[in-house]
């Protein structure tokens, strides 16, 4: 697949088949994902694999629910938007996705976001260059349950940065519109 | 060039030749930039394109002058690994490129270091894919004076998130040691 061709291929998927990833192609993705630029070649990021569906609805319920009490608290909070949708309890933030995929790293590291990001960008990438489909779930990140992050194996001093669902996607969504880019000034 | 080509060729590039990159070619990558993911489809990026170097070395100056001092108010600041070859008066942050872009976004925008950070990633991947090479200089978005952000286009209410060199590589670096990747978990 050529660079044009992947970045018609990389959409964000809500819609998946319900056939496992093999992990044998998903270390393969982790692995592609490490090529990424990072500072001063740290990287520092770390990953999380979850295959199993009931795992995810618990991480989605928890992340609904402190969102939930995040915008109660501020109205202004840039998850409200997503308020009514959140508060259904059926709505599942990973939608139908066999797989979960989390990126995350120390906190106290000052570029970990950046590092983590671009891990990230590439990871999708990586998945759409095998025909699978991702979506980057930032709903899926508001963990503060103790129990749960052990169970995940979420280190004390790490933050969960991109949680990637992951699977064979049903169908590849259209290109959505994107704006004429902005740029503000060209200095010669 | 096939993906895996593609991850092999874009590294991090510190030495140019001084050939210059045309616009229909930097649009082109902005363009492609704008094709990553990002929160809620809002794309808040926006491009600065500067071709001269001696505005960059302008910028380098003051972005140098301001991590220094950030460094002497707190030794245990991140950057002050880079202390003693940011003293040195002629190291150009930028190196020897021909171009530099920066990304840059709305500070009250939740999501715009991520935003930024992808376009980033897509843009250097962009580069990559047309032989050139960039570099992420994360030491050269430390500007302070009002007057030169004004001079470069910033909006007031932007921060600059991602400064790429950008230019034709005088060679393409090997590939750096990478390590093998912390799968920290994986939950069937």
């Given at each position: 697949m050529t660079f044009d061709e992947l970045l018609g291929s990389r959409r964000s998927v809500r819609n998946?088949?319900?056939?496992?990833?093999?992990?044998?192609?998903?270390t393969e993705m982790i692995n592609e994902s490490t090529l990424a630029p990072n500072a001063g070649n740290e990287q520092p990021w770390k990953f999380i694999v979850i295959n199993n569906q009931a795992v995810m609805k618990r991480i989605s319920d928890e992340s609904k629910r402190n969102i939930l009490a995040r915008i109660a608290a501020n109205p202004d909070d840039y998850a409200s938007r997503y308020k009514t949708i959140l508060e259904k309890e059926g709505y599942?933030?990973?939608?139908?996705?066999?797989?979960?995929?989390?990126?995350?790293?120390?906190?106290?590291?000052?570029?970990?976001?950046?590092d983590c990001t671009l891990a990230a960008a590439y990871f999708m990438l990586a998945a759409a260059s095998r025909g699978l489909g991702t979506c980057w779930?930032?709903?899926?990140?508001?963990?503060?349950?103790?129990?749960?992050?052990?169970e995940l194996g979420v280190p004390d001093d790490c933050d969960i940065i991109a949680p990637i669902a992951l699977g064979y996607p049903t169908q590849i969504p259209p290109v959505p519109k994107r704006k004429p880019?902005?740029?503000?000034?060209?200095?010669?």
């Amino acid at each position: 697949m050529t660079f044009d061709e992947l970045l018609g291929s990389r959409r964000s998927v809500r819609n998946y088949r319900q056939d496992p990833v093999s992990q044998e192609l998903i270390t393969e993705m982790i692995n592609e994902s490490t090529l990424a630029p990072n500072a001063g070649n740290e990287q520092p990021w770390k990953f999380i694999v979850i295959n199993n569906q009931a795992v995810m609805k618990r991480i989605s319920d928890e992340s609904k629910r402190n969102i939930l009490a995040r915008i109660a608290a501020n109205p202004d909070d840039y998850a409200s938007r997503y308020k009514t949708i959140l508060e259904k309890e059926g709505y599942n933030v990973f939608y139908n996705a066999p797989c979960l995929v989390m990126i995350l790293g120390p906190a106290r590291l000052r570029n970990i976001y950046a590092d983590c990001t671009l891990a990230a960008a590439y990871f999708m990438l990586a998945a759409a260059s095998r025909g699978l489909g991702t979506c980057w779930v930032n709903l899926g990140r508001a963990i503060e349950d103790q129990e749960m992050l052990t169970e995940l194996g979420v280190p004390d001093d790490c933050d969960i940065i991109a949680p990637i669902a992951l699977g064979y996607p049903t169908q590849i969504p259209p290109v959505p519109k994107r704006k004429p880019p902005e740029i503000l000034k060209i200095i010669d």
